[in-house]
């Protein structure tokens, strides 16, 4: 018999990708860059304190975008969020289904697509959700256990703290992290300098921009030929917020009550 809590545990399936990647990095003008490999000031650092320098802008920041992916998990995230903890963006699951979510206090919208409504209401039920809330946002508060845990995902103090907490000593036998600079290069338009660390057997590449305040744009880790990678962009800008028109919204009860009917027709 399926159990009450199942969309609870969907979602945190959904939201698993960015407490995945969101370990420890480890802390541990033109002419000019010319003149400095293209560096900028970053050229007079070694690669622990560029690595450092972008940990500390990135525990500063008051927002930012996140962006989530990994080749051994088909879940993706893609949100917008601050420290009040309001966001905006997908988070999606593969097979699971895909919910746009909004965020804004304690209220929370969640508009599913047929996928989702059809993994969490199997059978005609299922179907049926489908149809009828097509593009509709199910909406309620963090009162509500099911988006409480959808919610988690918008917590950028949390992400913030886990991106940026100290690295455990290594264990014994075990050798010291290295980390290096690479070359520059460009991610989405910026010029960024990697600082690559490389530790049991693990690859870990920071990319911090070169120009201006020296933010953390990406993050890659490869192990075992599967890579997990983190975008970070739009620090600091504002999290756009539109509510969903009251006409396509409906309360989060619909869902509670859809599951609740599948249960007994088991």
């Not at 970053?42 to 927002?63: E, F, I, P, R, Y």
């Not at 179907?127 to 918008?154: E, M, N, P």
């Not at 600079?181 to 300098?193: A, D, F, S, Y």
């Amino acid at each position: 018999m399926a159990s009450r809590r199942r969309p609870a545990t969907a979602i945190t399936v959904l939201t698993c990708g960015a407490a995945l990647l969101a370990g420890p990095f480890g802390t541990g003008a033109a002419a000019a860059a010319d003149r400095d490999g293209g560096e900028g000031d970053l050229a007079g650092k070694t690669a622990q304190q560029v690595n450092d320098t972008a940990l500390h802008a990135l525990a500063g920041a008051t927002s930012l975008r996140l962006r989530t992916s990994a080749t051994a998990d088909p879940g993706r995230i893609d949100l917008t969020l601050d420290r009040a903890g309001n966001c905006t963006g997908t988070i999606s699951k593969g097979s699971y289904g895909r919910v746009d979510l909004v965020k804004r206090g304690k209220n929370v919208w969640m508009r599913p697509d047929t996928a989702f409504w059809k993994t969490q209401v199997p059978g005609k039920e299922g179907d049926a959700a489908a149809r009828q809330y097509h593009g509709r946002y199910l909406h309620g508060t963090t009162a509500d256990s099911f988006l409480k845990s959808l919610a988690t995902a918008c917590n950028l103090t949390a992400f913030q703290k886990s991106a940026t907490a100290p690295t455990s000593p290594p264990r014994p036998g075990h050798p010291t992290p290295h980390l290096s600079k690479g070359k520059p290069t460009v991610q989405e338009g910026t010029r960024v300098l990697p600082v690559i660390k490389k530790t049991d057997g693990v690859i870990q590449t920071l990319y911090v921009t070169i120009s201006g305040k020296h933010y953390p744009r990406k993050l890659t880790a490869e192990a075992n030929h599967q890579t997990g990678t983190v975008l970070l962009s739009n620090y600091n800008k504002p999290v756009p917020f539109k509510p969903p028109p009251r006409g396509k919204t409906v309360d989060i009860s619909v869902l509670e009550k859809r599951v609740q009917g599948q249960q007994q027709g088991v």
